[in-house]
């Protein structure tokens, strides 16, 4: 009896020690928050995180935005008259920012946390519109505050009210190719603009030259591009910017090159590999200056100009004669040289004869 009577002492003391506390506890909380209420704003802090290179929002503009619905004159404005859950909603409504956090801390700060989103690329669609893209594919409207530096896209089909899933795929593709040229700084300063047809296949048009470059879809991307690259820094130097009229870069291994008024030329390149990797020391030397990046190899240059040759050659005198790799002498790399294509009768049936007629 006299246990139990122990026990029961020992519990309504522990219970009352709690309530005591958890009152206590209450009393603080709500003292604390009215005594916040009732405290001013005693300053503003902005931090704007997310973009890195083309900033299309800075604090000024987090401040006007803040101004127009918290009035002027912040500081020194009871905390209680601030409608943090508005103004946030309001922030929401801005395209360029990703994410917006609005808080007063300790000290009576008004804390603006700006998460703004950054362009990968600019598109001009058929019906003359232009837009950006950031990286979760989203439409972005021009500024008249910046001028993004970024791979441009042409002839983009209309979209309509809703994106499509043939534009939602052509989105994608155009997000992933932007990415890669612009960790790349010689693929940025050799290409200037890239067409998309009906099929979502691209189109690369150079800044220097006037060949047309068939890319394809974005499949094998970065093999592509390292023909690409091959290509503007190995060929062109050697026989000039005027000779190939289309480089076809969609066939694996290989990079399909047509001579102005000459039909097609192919580079077989089972050694691109071998290629790839000689000039690739080179290709890092040599990114940020592109005039330098398309010279010929000189003395100090290691590269050997010779496999690029063997790659993509054509003999200026005779058109029907190409040097390539054959693929059964691979393993010996030897180079054989087709033979010049018999004549057939027909064809020499219908060759001019000189005029011998007398006068």
């Known amino acids: 009896m006299k246990l139990t009577k122990k026990i029961n002492i020992k519990l309504i003391l522990i219970s009352t020690l709690w309530v005591v506390l958890g009152s206590a506890l209450i009393v603080l909380l709500v003292a604390a928050f009215n005594k916040k209420e009732s405290s001013l704003c005693t300053g503003i802090k902005i931090e ?5 290179t083309n900033i299309f929002i800075d ?3 987090i401040r006007s935005i ?4 918290a009035g002027k004159k912040i500081v020194g404005k009871k905390i209680k008259d601030f409608d943090i859950e508005f103004m946030e909603k309001e922030f929401e409504k801005d395209v360029w920012l990703k994410k917006t956090t609005i808080f007063f801390d300790n000290q009576g700060v008004l804390r603006a946390n ?3 989103r950054e362009p990968i690329a600019r598109i001009f669609a058929i019906d003359g519109n232009t837009f950006y893209i950031d990286d979760e594919i989203r439409i972005l409207p021009l500024s008249s505050k910046h001028t993004a530096r970024l791979p441009v896209f042409t002839n983009f089909q209309n979209m ?3 994106i499509s899933v043939n534009d939602s795929n052509a989105l994608k593709s155009i997000k992933s190719l932007s990415v890669f040229i612009q960790k790349d700084s010689f693929l940025m300063s050799m290409i200037d603009q890239i067409d998309i047809n009906k099929q979502n296949q691209f189109e690369l048009i150079p800044k220097m030259g006037k060949q047309q470059i068939y890319f394809g879809d974005t499949s094998d991307m970065k093999e592509k591009f390292e023909r690409f690259t091959l290509f503007y820094k190995k060929v062109i130097p ?4 005027d000779k190939y009229s289309k480089v076809n870069l969609q066939y694996r291994d290989q990079v399909v090159a047509s001579i102005k008024g000459i039909e097609d030329i192919k580079a077989d390149s089972m ?3 071998q290629i790839m990797k000689a000039v690739a020391e080179y290709s890092e030397k040599s990114a940020n200056d592109t005039s330098r990046s398309l010279l010929s190899d000189n003395a100090s ?3 050997d100009i010779s496999l690029i040759m063997q790659s993509l050659q054509r003999d200026d005198v005779d058109s029907d004669t190409a040097i390539s790799v054959n693929a059964s002498a691979k393993k010996n790399n030897n180079i054989v040289k087709k033979d010049k294509p018999k004549q057939s009768p027909v064809k020499n049936i219908n060759k001019a004869k000189p005029n011998t007629q007398k006068k």
């Open 238 to 241: 050697k026989y000039g910017w």
């Open 160 to 162: 309509g009210k809703r």
């Open 271 to 273: 050694r691109a590999l």
């Open 114 to 116: 700006i998460f703004e």
């Open 66 to 69: 803040i101004e127009k619905y």
């Open 59 to 61: 604090e000024h503009d």
């Open 301 to 303: 240059n290691s590269t």
């Open 48 to 52: 704007i995180e997310g973009a890195t």
